[in-house]
């Protein structure tokens, strides 16, 4: 019976124009079930701050769309960019991350590639395949149009039974016949010849389900009959000569022995052991004229290497881990802002995130909440109805929530098209608080979606963008759960619209905040913004905060939960909206440094301030008169929605 195929195979691309041919192989010996992931790296130089990177990862990003051409039916791809100081080390903290069983490399046939000839490969390639958590596949590209012969080189080993899967796997999904072949020192004599041509029968029994035809032959250089045999072939797939120590890999059964030891070669072959996968596989993958592909399994570690990283252990517990964590965070932050700042256009390709959407089987509900929007809610009904529901299926669900509107807000949104309710008339025995926050959180009550996302509606100059951009991470990487949109906020002022006006509340009051105590947000480029979209799996785990502190509430409770890592953002490039007087702004403020305060003393599991007021004082003054007025402005906090027993019981009914 033969082992299992990789599920999980990540492809780095240098340059995604040639990809073609690795997308190819790779869905051709990936297991059913499995997907492939492709890697774009962006280099950042030392002393440069990786965030500077956050142009070039968008453009990277853009380039790995056209992988997704090559893709075969039924086979899916997910693209991935990473941000780092080497491209060795990304490839190798993502093929852990995404727990890869194989990596496949392209390779143009020249060693070294353009950072000298000191490699075997390239510098890159080199460096994760010494230190590879998962088998590795470097193909040397030489095209692969229609492949009918593979040529399998094996002697044995768990390198060569690698090889033969792939070989196997590839011959089965390109209906090729694999030829598989085992050398023996000239003159052996018919006994020994019997004996191998057995061993390899067993052999190809044992690893191989297609179309295999076992081939001996006697030869006086290995090498040379390796490519001699592989100028009738069409690809040609070659296992490691290498094993733990740099010697030729043991074997599991009497079959294999005899190959290994039947095919060490004769005067004149090439050593078995050598370079990273051994002088006589490497030596093939230069001189060969067709796509070689040399395979190497993970090496178990020895007891050197179980020592060494014992040592290592004991090392790491004398450094203070708290202290090193807090250095990171700079680095960790200026990451996250290159590798997960995305552009609304990367995602402008809506019939791409349908096909997405399908793919992971997962339904999108559009929650649009207002407050006596009746100038502005119904272009953005009507937009978001048309571009997005009827144009392309992408959102399922269109729901208006209301929060007592006095104006004409509910009717214009209904006669466009879209649910409407109330949110005080939703959960009433919890009662109800006025308040953005309140109507979120039971809007999560009143749909149904995988991923909800929630667009503001005081916005003059809505588009689709603003709800399809923050949608596009969530769909793109199973990494993301959460994901807020930016954009420039113009301000109008005395009638005249003025460009960067926008914002105060964040840059005087959110940024300062974050930025001293959630330093880790300290990316996040409008943590106040009011487009935003989750995976209802985090939304429904998250508290709400009733008002205006329902956002950086948000942004506090998800990183504690998902990580840095698991959010993203998203420049959905402008947006007008109706801008709140200097009082409001002050209540909005007011409502929000409460909110953080109270994370903070969660956090910190201390009780760092006396009172929290609730109230805030507002000076009135007249020429007859000088007072101040008392507001109550705390937020009321609303808990995770899962913990709600009528929620459980409605989704049991959408499961």
Known sequence: MTAHLPGRILIPLANPRTAADLVRIGAAVMDRGGYLVALGIVEIPEGVPLSEGATRARHARRLLQQVLDFVPEGVELRTM?????????????????????????????????????????????????????????????????????ILAPV????????????????????DAEVAVLHVLPPGVGQPVRAQAERALQAFIHQHARGRSVPLVREALNVRNAILRESESADLLVMGASVGPGGTAGPTGSAAAATLGTASSGGPGSAPAAGGLFGVLPEYVAQKARTTVIVVRTKETPSRAAFERAAQQAETLESVDRAAEQERSVPVRVDRWFAESNYHHAEFADLRRLVALKEQHNVTI??????????????????????????????????????????????????????????????????????????????????????????????????GPRMAYGTLGPLLSESRIQYVKGYYQRPIVEGGVLREGGGGRVTELVARPLINLFFPELSGVIQPLAGEYAGRRSLLETLPFFTGYAVEIGHLIDAIDRVGLEGLGQVDLERRVHRNQELEGLSRMSFVILQAVMKRLEERRRAHLFAELGSTMKLPRSSPSRLSLEVIELADQERPPMIRIPEYLERRKGTA
């Open 155 to 174: 002697r044995g080993g768990p390198h060569a039974e690698l090889a033969l899967r792939f070989a196997d796997a590839l011959g089965r999904r390109m």
């Open 365 to 462: 509900s559009l929650v649009l909440p207002t407050l006596n929007e009746a100038t502005t809610v119904g272009p953005i009904v009507r937009a978001a109805r048309l571009e997005l529901m009827e144009r392309v299926p992408l959102v399922d669900e269109l729901l208006v929530i209301d929060s007592a509107s006095t104006d004409e807000t509910r009717e214009v949104a209904a006669a466009e098209g879209a649910r409407v309710v109330q949110h005080p008339d939703v959960l009433p025995a919890y009662g109800s608080y006025r308040g953005k926050g309140e109507a979120l959180w039971k809007s999560l009550y009143e749909t149904s979606g995988d991923i909800v996302v929630w667009c503001d509606t005081d916005v003059q100059d809505w």
């Open 81 to 149: 960019v990473r941000i780092g100081r080497r491209a060795a080390e990304g490839i190798l903290e993502t093929a852990a991350e995404e727990d890869a069983d194989l990596i496949v490399f392209g390779w143009s046939g020249t060693p070294g590639g353009r950072r000298g000839a000191q490699a075997v490969f390239t510098p890159t390639i080199d460096s994760v395949v010494r230190d590879a958590p998962c088998d590795i596949a470097v193909v040397k590209q030489r095209g692969v149009g229609e492949v009918r012969r």
